[in-house]
């Protein structure tokens, strides 16, 4: 499998107490929190393309432009989609939106990169040891 165009990846969550923005901070606002929503989409967008991913590769997440529409309570089930629009060399754009069991709650776009995770890795625990 080839990661083209086209590719999309989903992940439905219900809505619990800890995924609220009361649970992050936001005293007494029981609704999904923006935070916890972006987690959704960047991980529909990791599902997209793992199953085309080479061993040892993954992606990262370098940008992401969301417009949270609207309020999910605690109970309702929320489904994150990601859709690969554009692939341009290790560049990935997504295309993301969430809908909950009344309405679209987000949209927007995400872009990844493809990287080999034992140099990323490697990377990391140089800059890690630098502090």
């Known amino acids: 499998m080839e990661i083209a165009p086209g590719l999309v990846g989903e992940i439905e969550i219900t809505v619990a107490p800890a995924d609220t923005a009361d649970a992050l901070g ?4 029981h609704v999904l929190a923006t935070p916890r929503l972006v987690a959704l989409l960047e991980a529909a967008a990791i599902r997209a393309v793992e199953p085309a991913l080479a061993a040892g590769a993954g992606t990262v997440g370098t940008r992401l432009d969301v417009r949270h529409l609207a309020a ?3 109970g309702m089930r929320v489904r994150a989609r990601a859709t ?8 990935l754009l997504y295309d ?5 069991e009344t309405e679209q709650v ?9 990287i080999d995770q034992g140099r990323f890795l490697a990377r990391v625990a140089a800059k890690a040891r630098r502090t």
């Not at 987000?106 to 493809?114: C, D, K, L, P, W």
């Open 26 to 29: 936001n005293a007494g606002v």
């Open 84 to 91: 690969v629009r554009e692939v341009d060399g290790r560049r």
């Open 106 to 114: 987000a949209e927007g776009t995400h872009e990844r990169f493809q």
């Open 72 to 74: 999910t309570p605690v």
């Open 96 to 100: 993301v939106e969430a809908h909950d």
